[in-house]
């Protein structure tokens, strides 16, 4: 179907569907850019000694074939959302990364709920409210199953 045989409101829809996917894709680039930049900086603190590790590489090869919970004992290293508190550390800092490329859909996603919300589609908005309550649920640790 060619541009001159589109109706007004197919014009319409389809420069909406343009919008938001442009929105979607710069923000998707950009907040994954942010994660890749945040990991090759930890990387390279952690390699070049800017960061002082938490576990000493010298311990290291002692602590490799403790199952996890012993390894978490002995090094002093929190569960869950705890090593935040240590990601100023070189060998855990690599974790922000991660977590910022594993959260990389959400600033996308928060973009499109204002856009949504900006034309009063409601329907698709609340879907992204709801989209961004599971992430966050997930997230939380809250349905981790006993571990």
């Known amino acids: 179907m060619t541009s001159e045989k589109l109706t ?84 855990l800092s690599n974790l922000v990364g991660i977590g910022l490329l594993a959260g990389s859909s959400i600033a996308p996603l928060l973009g499109l709920m204002l856009l949504y919300a900006k034309r009063k589609d409601w329907v698709y908005a609340v879907i992204c409210v709801v989209i961004f309550a599971v992430l966050l649920l997930a997230a939380s640790g809250l349905l981790t199953g006993g571990h």
């Open 8 to 91: 007004a409101a197919q014009q319409l829809h389809a420069q909406e569907q343009r919008d938001e996917s442009q929105r979607y894709a710069f923000l998707l680039d950009w907040s994954t850019r942010l994660g890749v930049l945040a990991l090759l900086l930890a990387f390279a603190s952690y390699v070049f000694g800017i960061l002082p590790p938490h576990v000493p590489l010298d311990q290291l090869p002692s602590l490799w074939n403790l199952p996890v919970d012993s390894y978490l004992q002995r090094t002093a290293t929190p569960a869950g959302w705890g090593w935040l508190a240590l990601a100023f550390h070189g060998d």
